[in-house]
């Protein structure tokens, strides 16, 4: 690709973000209320630690949580033990997740502005993880390979997601269509149709011995305490693979 390609290929990918970036900005205070509106906060902080203990090393580990958001793992992360840093490209979310550090206890995440396709940060990390972030990547072989290297020898990819639009945009709030109807075509997970086309770019990006495992009983609680508004359970699946 000559240097002129390049740069366009950049200067689109860029613009892509910066298009997916205002939404979250606009929407991160209704977002973050939905994830810890009442009768959700005690229920997630165990159900969500016994998911990522399951996966994780012990703490303390230093984790690297990309696509951070309000800081939903990396507060339960942080709480169970471990130094973690959560990097997110929406200033709007970050915001948010830096006010709730301020108000904490103990050690909490440090949350960092950036893309989580090329992270702001240095390497030595013993686990990457990432909830509901690699449906959004616009070039997520790209971004894991780059995760890789920010691992140290052994470490942990662990991340969550979903088939979240298998059946395309339908049902879904008018005001995330009128925002991603435009870019769901250059989000190559955003409409598969299996998880595994999230582990086989897991084992693409040379992580070894990549496995992914249905959350039973995330939507079992997502089904008996409700989802936020616009959305239905579907069934989540954390995928794992080691560098």
């Known amino acids: 690709m000559n ?52 996966a994780l090393p012990p703490a303390p580990a230093r984790v690297l949580d990309l ?3 309000s800081g939903h793992a990396a507060f339960v992360l942080a709480d169970l033990g471990y130094d973690v840093t959560g990097v997110d490209s929406s200033a709007g ?32 990390f013993d686990v990457v993880v990432s909830r509901y972030l690699m449906w959004t990547l616009r070039e997520p072989l790209v971004a894991l390979q780059r995760w890789r290297g920010l691992l140290r020898p052994g470490g942990v990819l662990a991340v969550v997601d979903s088939t979240w639009f298998d059946a395309g945009l339908e049902g879904s709030p008018s005001e995330f269509v009128d925002s991603y109807a435009a870019v769901m075509d250059d989000l190559p997970l955003a409409t598969a149709h299996s998880i595994e086309a999230t582990t086989e770019l897991v084992t693409a990006a040379g992580f070894s011995d990549a496995t992914s495992r ?27 693979g080691t560098a």
């Open 93 to 124: 979310m970050l915001d948010i997740a830096r006010a709730r550090a301020e108000a904490a206890k103990g050690a909490p995440p440090t949350f960092v502005l950036g893309d989580a396709i090329d992270p702001p940060v240095d390497g030595g």
């Open 214 to 240: 249905p959350l039973t009983g995330v939507l079992d609680v997502d089904r008996r305490l409700g989802v936020a508004p616009g959305h239905r359970p579907r069934l989540q699946h954390l995928v794992r």
């Open 3 to 54: 240097t002129d390609t390049s740069a366009t290929v950049r200067s689109a990918g860029a613009g892509l973000q910066a298009r997916i970036d205002d939404y979250w900005d606009r929407r991160a205070r209704v977002y973050d209320e939905a994830q810890h509106r009442d009768g959700r906060d005690a229920v997630d902080r165990d159900l969500w630690g016994r998911v990522w203990s399951s």
């Open 67 to 69: 696509g951070t958001g």
